[in-house]
Nanobody, 126 residues
Framework: VQLQASGGGLAQPGGSLRLSCVAS????????MAWFRQASGNEREFVAA????????HYSDSVKGRFTISREKSKNTAYLQMNSLRPEDTGVYYCTLSESHLIASRLQIPRSYTYWGQGTQVTVSS
């Protein structure tokens, strides 16, 4: 499995960006995709997740109401629409995939996920 993330860049506070993650080489039918982020000097932090078959979503409290995770099944692509961006949203954003339909208690744990993309930088600054 390979994950290719794109869409990062520079945005002003209050602005928007949309990240994309294309998954290839998937041979299993039920899985979970998620976005994590890591600011300089900090640990990797959960942002959002989507269960591929059901489309159910889960968000961290810090992005709830501002970010939206979605998927396009035909393209094996997950998206992260980020609105009302804040300077504290700055970091490298990673898409990741677990070969299972993760239960809620495991969604925010990095080791629940097997595959990771290369990361895309998001910088929110005026």
């Amino acid at each position: 499995v390979q994950l290719q993330a794109s869409g990062g860049g520079l945005a002003q506070p209050g602005g928007s960006l949309r990240l994309s993650c294309v998954a290839s080489g998937i041979t299993f039918s039920s899985y979970t995709m998620a976005w994590f982020r890591q600011a300089s000097g900090n640990e990797r932090e959960f942002v959002a997740a989507i269960r591929w078959n059901t489309g159910s979503t889960h968000y961290s409290d810090s992005v709830k109401g501002r970010f939206t995770i979605s998927r396009e099944k035909s393209k094996n692509t997950a998206y992260l629409q980020m609105n009302s961006l804040r300077p504290e949203d700055t970091g490298v954003y990673y898409c990741t995939l677990s070969e299972s339909h993760l239960i809620a208690s495991r969604l925010q744990i990095p080791r629940s996920y097997t595959y990771w993309g290369q990361g895309t930088q998001v910088t929110v600054s005026s």
